[in-house]
Nanobody, 121 residues
Framework: VQLQACGGGLVQTGGSLRLSCTAS????????MGWFRQAPGKEREFAAA????????AYADSVKGRFTISRDNAESTVYLQMSSLQPEDTAVYFC???????????????WGQGTLVTVSS
């Protein structure tokens, strides 16, 4: 499966962005979908995940209450709605697909190319 993430950009503190990740090659209904992020000089970290049918979600403590993950299997797209953005949310955001319910990057098999989110103070 190939993943294409988009929607990043420059936003002021307190602003919102919606990231999209579109899959091709195979239906995403077969996969757990996750969003991860990597800030400069830091390791890639988990942000959010959503189960195959979208019933279950998980969030990192740092984004809980501000980010919402959702998916549209018919459109082969997963979204990350981000609100109340803070400078510490600045990172490259990656979408990923995996076959098991995981919050660690190693649990995902396919990765998109990343989209940069910059939050100015």
């Amino acid at each position: 499966v190939q993943l294409q993430a988009c929607g990043g950009g420059l936003v002021q503190t307190g602003g919102s962005l919606r990231l999209s990740c579109t899959a091709s090659g195979r239906a995403i209904s077969s996969y757990v979908m996750g969003w991860f992020r990597q800030a400069p000089g830091k390791e890639r970290e988990f942000a959010a995940a959503i189960s195959w049918g979208g019933i279950n979600t998980a969030y990192a403590d740092s984004v809980k209450g501000r980010f919402t993950i959702s998916r549209d299997n018919a459109e082969s797209t997963v979204y990350l709605q981000m609100s109340s953005l803070q400078p510490e949310d600045t990172a490259v955001y990656f979408c990923a697909a995996g076959t098991n319910w995981r919050t660690h990057p190693h649990g995902y098999d396919y990765w998109g190319q990343g989209t940069l989110v910059t939050v100015s103070s």
